[in-house]
T-cell receptor, first 113, second 116 residues
Framework: DAMVIQNPRYQVTQFGKPVTLSCSQT?????MYWYQQKSSQAPKLLFH???????NEADTPDNFQSRRPNTSFCFLDIRSPGLGDTAMYLC????????????FGPGTRLTVT | AQKITQTQPGMFVQEKEAVTLDCTYD???????LFWYKQPSSGEMIFLIY??????QNATEGRYSLNFQKARKSANLVISASQLGDSAMYFC?????????????FGQGTELSVKP
């Protein structure tokens, strides 16, 4: 089945130790998004790719970076995680302007110790 | 600025009864989309239903319907015949300004608990 896959599902990292989260999709969608969701809060968009065009949200910390080597894959890199980066990270895709629905992956629960 | 407001942090409903989850929105755009997502404790966001701003009829998807009142800027979700598996967090969202990327703006969510 076509889907959005995130790896790993759970990740524990130490304060300041770089970590990379992975997202892949078999939907061949143009747009891929990364959301951060802290406990009991709404998801907050960090950035998204429209094809190869990177769009950063104004309040996304520089500590967060992203790569999209091809249509199927997108990575979230946290260069020096802080305790405040403990959250669920959700990847989503959509086909772009003509499609309103975003398809979400199962998320990665990141804990920074 | 665009904004979504969900005023019910938590709701309880008896199994097999109907429940309405409230959502109001604010936008100056003429064209926009409204969504409801369900998030169980596992964390995955599950798309439930969509309403376009120009749609004249309220959207329905199985047991889910969206009560869209454009003049009042409300988009309430109605779940009929609640089931135990409906217990989850529910988010109302709006497609953001501009077309590129289709950014979603979420409300704070309503936690629904279905009692047996």
């Amino acid at each position: 089945d076509a889907m959005v896959i995130q790896n790993p599902r759970y990740q524990v990292t130490q304060f300041g130790k770089p970590v990379t989260l992975s997202c892949s999709q078999t939907l061949n969608h143009n747009v891929m998004y990364w959301y951060q969701q802290k406990s009991s809060q709404a998801p907050k968009l960090l950035f998204h790719y429209y094809d190869k065009d990177f769009n950063n949200e104004a309040d996304t910390p520089d500590n967060f970076q992203s790569r999209r080597p091809n249509t199927s894959f997108c990575f979230l890199d946290i260069r020096s995680p802080g305790l405040g980066d403990t959250a669920m990270y959700l990847c989503a895709t959509s086909s772009g302007q003509t499609s309103y629905e975003q398809y979400f992956g199962p998320g990665t629960r990141l804990t920074v110790t | 600025a665009q904004k979504i407001t969900q005023t019910q942090p938590g709701m309880f409903v008896q199994e097999k009864e109907a429940v309405t989850l409230d959502c109001t929105y604010d936008t100056s755009d003429q064209s926009y989309g409204l969504f409801w997502y369900k998030q169980p404790s596992s964390g995955e966001m599950i798309f439930l239903i969509y309403q376009g701003s120009y749609d004249e009829q309220n959207a329905t998807e199985g047991r889910y319907s969206l009560n869209f009142q454009k003049a009042r800027k409300s988009a309430n979700l109605v779940i009929s015949a609640s089931q135990l598996g409906d217990s989850a967090m529910y988010f109302c969202a709006m497609r953001g300004r501009g077309n590129q990327g289709g950014k979603l703006i979420f409300g704070q969510g309503t936690e629904l608990s279905v009692k047996p």
